[in-house]
C-alpha cells in the first residue's frame, strides 16, 4: 500500500529543514520497506501570497482531502505578508477545516544537548504538550467597531464548545493513561478569565471521574510556566487551551535546549480528514538562507507522521537516530543551536545515514 504524502515547505527555513525531513523518510522508508509518495505543493507561501493575492487556491480543500498525511514546513514572513493574514490563510484553515483538533507536541531533553537549566539531563524533562487546536482563543467570533475614532473597539471572543474541551481532554487522558507515570496536569487561568476557565476546570473534573488511575493537578498558566523553568519533572502530559498550549510548546523545547528539535502533529484522531506533521518553530526569518537552521524538528515530525501512519518500528528508528547523533556531539554535524559549526544538510545527513545502518 503506498501512502501518499502532501508536502508544503512554506517560507524561510521551512524550505531548508523540508529536503531534510524527506531525506530521514526516505530513509526509513527504504529501511522498513514502506511505500510513500510525495507530492509538493507551491501554495501556502508569502510567494505564493504576493503572486496570487491568496495564500490558498480556492480549490485546496479538494487537492489536499484525498492524501494519507500531509508534510509541513513552516509559514510566515512578515516583511512580505502580515502574519495574521499568511497564517490565518493556510496552517490555521487546514488545522480547523481538517478538525486537527488535538495538537501532540513532546518535549524531551536529548542525550548529548545541554539544558539551560541547571543541572538537568535527559530523563528530567520528559512530557507532552497537548494542546487543543481548533478554538479557544484562536476563534474568528469578534471584530471591530467605530474604527478610526478615539471610541474604536476590538473585540476577540474564547470560545470553548462542550464538545471541543472534551474531546482533547479524552485524548490528553488517555495519552496520560499510557504513560509509566499516569500524571495530567491541566493549564488554567480560572482566577483570572472568570467565564471560560472555570468551564474549562469543571471539564476536567468530570473527565477525571472516568480516569481514577490518573493523577491530576491543575496549575494557572502563570505559575505554570514558572514550574516548566523551575520543576520540568513534574510534568507527564500537560493539556491546554489553543493559547495556552502554543506558549507552553516553545517554552517547553526552549527548557530542552532548542526550539529547533521539536516536533508536532496536528492530528484529526477519527482519520475523516488528513493530518498535518510540522516542526513547532516558524520561518526564522533571521537565519533563514544560510542553511544553518535544525532540521531535527522537521525529520522528528517525520517520525510522528510515520507512527501515525501505523508504523511505530520506523518512527522509533528515526527516533533513536536522531538520539545517536546528537549524543555523538560531532561539532562538524551538529548546528550552531545545539552547538556545533555544522549545517542543516550535515546535520540531516548523519540522521538519514544512521537510520540506514
Ligand atoms: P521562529 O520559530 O521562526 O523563530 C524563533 C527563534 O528560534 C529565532 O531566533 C530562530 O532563528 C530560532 N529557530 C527557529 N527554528 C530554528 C531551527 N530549526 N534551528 C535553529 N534555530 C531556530 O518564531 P518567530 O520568529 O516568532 O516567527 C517567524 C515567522 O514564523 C513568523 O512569520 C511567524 O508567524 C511564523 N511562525 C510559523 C509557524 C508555523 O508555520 N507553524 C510557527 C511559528 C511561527
Ligand atoms: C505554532 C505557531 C502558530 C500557532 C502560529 C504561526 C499561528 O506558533 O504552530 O505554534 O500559534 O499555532
Ligand atoms: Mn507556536
Redesign the pocket.
Known sequence: MTHRIAVIAGDGIGTEVMPEGIRALEAAAKQFNIALEFTTFEFGSCDYYLEHGSMLPEDWFEQLKGFDALFYG???WPDKVP?HIS??GS??QF?RQFDQYI?LRPCKLMPGIKSPLAGRQPGDIDFYVV?E?TEGE?SSVGGKMFGGTDREVVIQDTVMTRTGVDRVLKYAFDLAQTRPRKKLTSATKSNGISITMPYWDERVVEMAKQYPDIAVDKFHIDILTANFVLHPDWFDVVVGS??FG?IL??LGPACTGTIGIAP?ANINPEGHFPSLF?P?H?SAPDIAGKGIANPIGQIWSGAMMLEHLGYKEAADAIVTAIEKVLSEGDSQVLTGDVGGQGTTASLGKAIADTISQ
Open positions: 513552516a509559514v510566515g502574519d497564517l490565518w496552517l490555521l488545522r495538537n494542546r487546536n484562536y489553543n493559547l502554543d510548546s516553545d508536532s510540522e513547532v516558524g
